[in-house]
């Protein structure tokens, strides 16, 4: 029981059998969203062509999606503390396969942004659900590591998605869709083997509640006990890396033909990106599991910058394009696949889902801005060196206030009466 006038964060480790397996499932999962964002880049032309539209009409549908993610996030995210993980994620992931399953069936464009954005909505809200059943069916030492593990299955998505679609281009659009809405519906078949971890999250938020109601009236939960200098930290990275990523996803294939490389050359710019990040992240889960995730993700991240702004000096030649695009994966891209552990370390269990979805919902704000920044240096003529070392500058940011929340939380410890180092792989447990 909690002392009087005390919150209690136990943080209870759950059995530890099967929880590879666990992860593994949700890392299933979370490839579903990375097929989802390239399945979209891919089908562009397709629809382009199907109902004439314009550079506008697509970027709105790209868009709207992207707020759909947005809106699920903060939604999901917060019912996620309150009805269970497991609900909300089952939810989420029938609307986003409907959704989707939808699109390949509308006659006319009108409808499919409505659809993308219900499809967002569905992909954004299940986002904070895995992040929490992972963290919660880890081992308490391992964490970290496991949650990085299962987001590592956006990268994964994508590239085995940009494989798959570019199969059954020939086949159609519609096709497409069909296979996109049937791979998010059997994700419903597989979330049923997640274990739900909502029964010990309502005892703890239980066992104090007049104190956590006095102490969080104005505030929110999660921003109590010194969360809220780390937590704007890492929504600012999220943003910065999440702008940037897909900034480099989306206009570095334009870049390389601007600069003399074939459409055959660019089209595998993506892929290397991503599979950049899988080999980052893999290299990084000692690191996190000794040291926590935040400085290993400033230093990496850090790092990712200079790459940046080398890269544009090496559009000419497709072997040091290639070489620098995978240094950028893992450096850039693999830094930022640890944002999620950092949400596990901050937020204690029972506003978990919460602080993941505003995470989830701060990087997609930077996802639709990253492509309209990239367009608009584009069009101002600058030279690809400067076009690049202006766009390594969000990765510095965001290095820097990586490092920042990790300084922060450790200063607003002796606060909560913690010490102000933690074991290895306990960083930010509230015990």
Not at 303 to 308: F, N, P, Q
Not at 326 to 336: D, E, H
Request: glycine fraction near 12%.
């Amino acid at each position: 029981m909690a002392g009087a006038g005390r919150v209690l964060h136990t943080d209870h480790d759950p059995p530890k059998t099967g929880s590879k397996l666990i992860v593994f499932l949700c890392f299933v999962i979370v490839m579903i969203d990375g097929y989802d964002t390239i399945m979209v880049s891919f089908l562009a032309p397709l629809l382009q062509r199907a109902y004439t539209l314009s550079l506008h009409d697509i970027g709105r549908l790209f868009a709207i999606g992207y707020v759909g993610t947005i809106v699920g996030a903060l939604i999901a995210g917060s019912f996620a503390d309150r009805v269970g993980r497991r609900s909300v994620l089952l939810v989420c992931l029938s609307v986003a396969g409907s959704a989707t399953l939808l699109c390949a069936a509308v006659p006319s464009f009108e409808m499919l942004p409505a659809l993308r954005f219900a499809a967002g909505l569905g992909l954004g809200g299940a986002m904070p659900c895995l992040t929490a059943l992972t963290a919660e069916n880890a081992p308490r030492e391992r964490r970290s590591a496991m949650v990085m593990a299962m987001y590592m299955g956006y990268p994964v998505g994508a590239v085995v998605g940009g494989l798959i679609t570019s199969f059954f281009l020939t086949h159609g659009w519609r096709v497409i869709f069909i296979g996109g809405g049937t791979a998010a519906l059997a994700m419903v078949l597989v979330a049923f083997f997640i274990p739900e971890t909502f029964s010990f999250v309502r005892a703890e938020r239980t066992a104090d509640a007049s104190s956590i109601r006095s102490k969080l009236a104005q505030m929110g939960e999660q921003f109590a006990e010194g969360r809220l200098g780390p937590a704007l930290m890492v929504w600012i990275g999220q943003f910065c890396m999440l702008l940037l990523l897909f900034l480099l996803t989306s206009w570095t294939p334009t870049m390389a033909v601007r600069s003399g490389l074939t459409l055959q050359t660019a089209a595998v710019c993506g892929v290397i990106l991503n599979l950049g990040g899988i080999v980052g992240a893999l290299a990084l889960r000692g690191a996190v599991s000794r040291h926590g995730p935040f400085i290993p993700a400033a230093v990496m991240v850090g790092v990712g910058a200079l790459m940046i702004a080398l890269l544009g000096q090496t559009m000419g030649s497709t072997t040091f394009l290639m070489m620098m695009l995978l240094l950028v994966g893992i450096t850039a891209l693999g830094g930022q696949l640890i944002c999620p552990a950092m949400i596990v370390e901050l937020f204690p269990v029972h506003v978990r889902g919460a602080g993941a979805g505003c995470a989830f919902a701060a990087g997609r704000v930077g996802s639709i801005i990253g492509p309209i920044f990239g367009g608009t240096l584009l069009s101002a003529n600058l030279g690809l060196g400067w076009v690049y070392a202006i766009v390594a500058v969000p990765a510095a940011i965001a290095a820097v206030v990586f490092a920042c929340a990790d300084r922060m939380r450790l200063v607003a410890q002796p606060a909560r009466g913690h010490p102000t180092r933690t074991e290895p792989g306990r960083q930010g447990e509230h015990r």
